[in-house]
């Protein structure tokens, strides 16, 4: 076998290696969307979507997923709230601040809590979070919006800290000496320069952050109460949209328009989480440096 | 109170200086004179480097580095304890190897020093910016786009960028640590006939490989091998008729 033929066999064998995820990908979104569709014959899709009431075992059902969207961005926004500044300050402590000996225990730790089951994290925020919360606040139930926030902010932590923390610590020390050089102190280099310029990896971060908080099942559905109403305090109960798939697939009649409507609601998660990785492509590409001295 | 009868700016007591366990400087003692430009030479690893980075405090950068002996600035020991690193880098600035704006506008890069030092007022720092840029002669070439990128310019005005965001401090001392040495030899000769005019101000201490550069540009030179001083002349008798043997086989190139 000539050389360049071996070249030509092993480029193909990759090749189509990498062809087979995009293809299972492929798949997998036809099949959502096959699944799906039908349950646009019954109700319109603006019904589907703005809808308020989902009872969809009620005779007549209904299927509107508003409430069930609105829960899942209302725990994705709080989760945020508290995961951003615990992640990005994390990452900044870690990647600038932090003395080597801490650093390599602070590090692993935070990528472990990523390893931890979310079934753990569920079952800790159920047996745990919830009375302390129902106690604390005088609560008729402790499962609801800020119990399942502060879960989900438990799961994006490790994604937002460690994918900020490699853009922090890529910022080049050319950059770093030249701020120390003209008078700035550590904070000031840090707040300056070198957040600055990270920025588009840490803003990569969040939003990776946030789709990891939005798509998460298990969390939600054991402590986000499981209420489909429109939230009105964060103390309410709400049913964010994968909690209400993995809680009704079971029961819903195979190719039903139960069965349909969950489907449909998996096609909108999809397309939440595309969006969200959509702009976290745009903000690293849009905000990369260019020039000699590049990250 | 400033000694008047001296036009020393600084002055360099026997100093040691270590990164760990290793010397890297042994028993250094030099003057460097007001408004002159002093060339710092010798082979990589002589520790010509290490002696520029200690004037301004930016080895305390580096963890487990310690000094030992007195570097003297208006004075003062920099190396007392109660002596802000931050306060001196204001007076003593840096320009280095490889030009490194940052990645922000050229004026808010010219800004950044006196911003940090309280400077708020905008056409205070309009006539900083253009007073600077001019000083390292490129207004003109940047004047109609200061809002862009330093990063889109080319590596020799980026490096003039760099000189000029060290002006903008108005420092006492500049330093420079190889500043032409990833530069064309066009804008070589443009930093070298700038550091020309800026002598006039201020006082300049350059490391170069480029001996060539170090005859051309500098008063002084100082001649450094394996941490120690070896030699340090007016330029033109260390070039000409050293009085170290040693320097005599680096500068006709039998070593180094």
Redesign the interface.
């Known amino acids: 076998m000539t050389r360049k033929l071996k070249e030509k066999i092993i480029k193909n064998i990759f090749f189509l290696l990498s062809l087979v995820s995009i293809f299972v990908l492929g798949l997998i979104v036809v099949f959502l969307f096959k699944e799906g569709f039908p349950i646009f014959k019954v109700v319109s899709v603006r019904e589907f979507i703005f809808g308020l009431e989902w009872y969809p075992t009620y005779d007549p059902p209904s299927f509107g997923i508003w409430s069930l969207i609105v829960g899942s961005l209302v725990v994705t926004f709080f989760a945020s709230l508290i995961a951003v500044p615990l992640g990005v300050l994390s990452a900044i402590y870690v990647a600038e601040i932090a003395p080597?000996l801490v650093k390599e225990i602070f590090k692993p730790v935070i990528e472990l809590l990523a390893g931890l089951p979310s079934v753990v994290l569920g079952f800790f925020g159920m047996a745990v979070l919830a009375p302390w919360l129902q106690n604390t606040f005088g609560l008729p139930t402790g499962l609801n919006i800020l119990n399942a926030s502060i879960m989900l902010s438990i799961m994006a932590v490790p994604t937002i800290s460690s994918i900020s923390e490699d853009a922090i610590y890529s910022v080049?020390q050319?950059?770093k000496?030249?701020?120390?050089?003209?008078?700035?102190?550590k904070f000031?280099t840090i707040a300056?320069?070198v957040v600055?310029?990270a920025l588009s990896g840490i803003s990569t971060a969040v939003i990776l952050g946030m789709a990891r908080a939005i798509g998460e099942t298990m969390v939600v559905l054991m402590v986000a109460g499981g209420a489909a109403a429109i939230p009105e305090s964060i103390f309410d109960s709400v049913r964010p949209m994968p909690a209400s798939i993995a809680a009704e697939m079971g029961e819903a009649p195979f190719r039903s328009n139960h069965y349909y409507a969950l489907f449909a609601t998996g096609i909108v998660l999809f397309f939440m989480t595309l969006f969200f990785n959509l702009i976290a492509d745009y903000i690293s590409n849009k905000f990369k440096?260019?020039?000699?001295?590049?990250l | 109170m400033v000694t008047l009868l001296s036009d020393n700016i600084i002055e360099i007591k026997k100093v040691n200086f270590y990164y760990g366990a290793s010397k890297a400087l042994t028993d250094v003692t030099m003057d460097f004179k007001k408004n002159k430009v002093t060339a710092l030479i010798g082979p990589s690893g002589c520790g010509k480097s290490t002696l520029l980075r200690l004037l301004n405090r930016m080895n305390d950068l580096i963890d487990g580095t310690r000094v030992e002996g007195e570097v003297v600035f208006e004075d003062r020991n920099i190396y007392d304890p109660d002596v802000d690193p931050v306060e001196i880098r204001r007076r003593i600035g840096m320009v280095f190897q490889k030009p490194n704006p940052f990645p922000k506008s050229i004026f808010n890069n010219i800004t950044y020093g006196p911003k940090l030092g309280g400077v708020k007022n905008r056409s205070e720092l309009e006539a900083l910016v253009e007073q600077s840029l001019k000083q390292a002669s490129l207004w003109n070439e940047v004047k109609d786009i200061l809002n862009q990128s330093a990063m889109m310019l080319s590596g020799g005005q980026q490096q003039r960028i760099c000189i000029a965001r060290a002006l903008a401090m108005k420092p006492d001392v500049l330093l420079m640590d190889e500043p032409t040495s990833a530069l064309d030899p066009v804008s070589t000769a443009k930093i070298e006939e700038l550091i020309e005019e800026l002598k006039k101000k201020y006082t300049i201490i350059i490391v170069t490989h480029n001996m060539q550069q170090a005859a051309r540009i500098s008063d002084y030179t100082g001649f450094f091998y394996l941490g120690k001083l070896i030699e340090y002349n007016p330029t033109e008798k260390l070039f000409t008729t050293p009085d170290v043997k040693q320097t005599e086989e680096y500068i006709t190139g039998r070593f180094g």
């Open positions: 080597p080049s050319e950059f000496e030249a701020s120390y050089a003209l008078g700035a102190t000031e300056r320069v600055p310029a440096q260019v020039g000699s001295a590049t």
